[in-house]
């Protein structure tokens, strides 16, 4: 366990000091904050962090300006031939009413219906939907993520990749 308590303090400062600037833009430092409140939360639990990487971030942001287009969420279809395919967080909120923070918050918020188990039976409610996006941004085997927002005509767009993904049937968490 001091393994895992170094890390949470190596990581806890700079979470705190980017999740604490009021200063800063509504969606200023997307890739840093993102990773500060998923890494923050790995942290807390042992897990080590995500890394950014811009393949899945440009994976990311065409699906978002597909979904900014749409207009509404729907997730990505997986290639049957793709043996390790990306995780996918969706999020959706009314255009400038949200920071960066409120949209990987609202993931972590999920965490109130976990509960430790094999995959898919984590939630607290019976429905997968209630913690499924807090499951894949702590997902141990996950090392990686990227993200992008766009502006749709009344909405905006998260999304988040993840490789490898996770929620993998009969597997844990972490």
Same mark, same amino acid.
């Given at each position: 366990?001091?393994?895992?308590?170094?890390?949470?303090?190596?990581?806890?400062?700079?979470?705190?000091?980017?999740?604490?600037?009021?200063?800063?833009?509504?969606?200023?430092?997307?890739?840093?904050?993102?990773?500060?409140?998923? *890494?923050?939360?790995?942290?807390?639990?042992?897990?080590?962090?995500?890394?950014?990487?811009?393949?899945?971030?440009?994976?990311?942001?065409?699906?978002?300006?597909?979904?900014?287009?749409?207009?509404?969420?729907?997730?990505?279809?997986?290639?049957?031939?793709?043996?390790?395919?990306?995780?996918? *967080?969706?999020?959706?909120?009314?255009?400038?009413?949200?920071?960066?923070?409120?949209?990987?918050?609202?993931?972590?918020?999920?965490?109130?219906?976990?509960?430790?188990?094999?995959?898919?039976? *984590?939630?607290?409610?019976?429905?997968?939907?209630?913690?499924?996006?807090?499951?894949?941004?702590?997902?141990?085997?996950?090392?990686?993520?990227?993200?992008?927002?766009?502006?749709?005509?009344?909405?905006?767009?998260?999304?988040?990749?993840?490789?490898?993904?996770?929620?993998?049937?009969?597997?844990?968490?972490?």
């Amino acid at each position: 366990m001091p393994d895992a308590c170094r890390l949470v303090r190596a990581l806890a400062l700079p979470a705190i000091a980017v999740l604490t600037m009021g200063s800063i833009g509504r969606v200023q430092a997307l890739e840093q904050r993102t990773l500060a409140i998923h *890494n923050f939360e790995r942290a807390r639990l042992g897990i080590g962090p995500l890394k950014w990487d811009r393949r899945l971030a440009a994976d990311a942001d065409r699906w978002a300006r597909h979904l900014a287009r749409l207009g509404y969420l729907v997730h990505s279809p997986d290639d049957p031939a793709d043996i390790s395919p990306q995780g996918e *967080n969706l999020w959706a909120g009314t255009a400038g009413a949200f920071s960066a923070d409120d949209m990987s918050k609202l993931w972590l918020k999920e965490k109130r219906n976990f509960k430790y188990g094999v995959f898919p039976d *984590n939630s607290r409610t019976g429905d997968l939907e209630d913690v499924g996006h807090y499951t894949q941004m702590v997902w141990a085997s996950s090392k990686a993520v990227g993200c992008a927002l766009r502006r749709g005509r009344k909405d905006e767009f998260f999304v988040c990749r993840y490789s490898e993904g996770g929620n993998i049937l009969g597997e844990r968490p972490y």
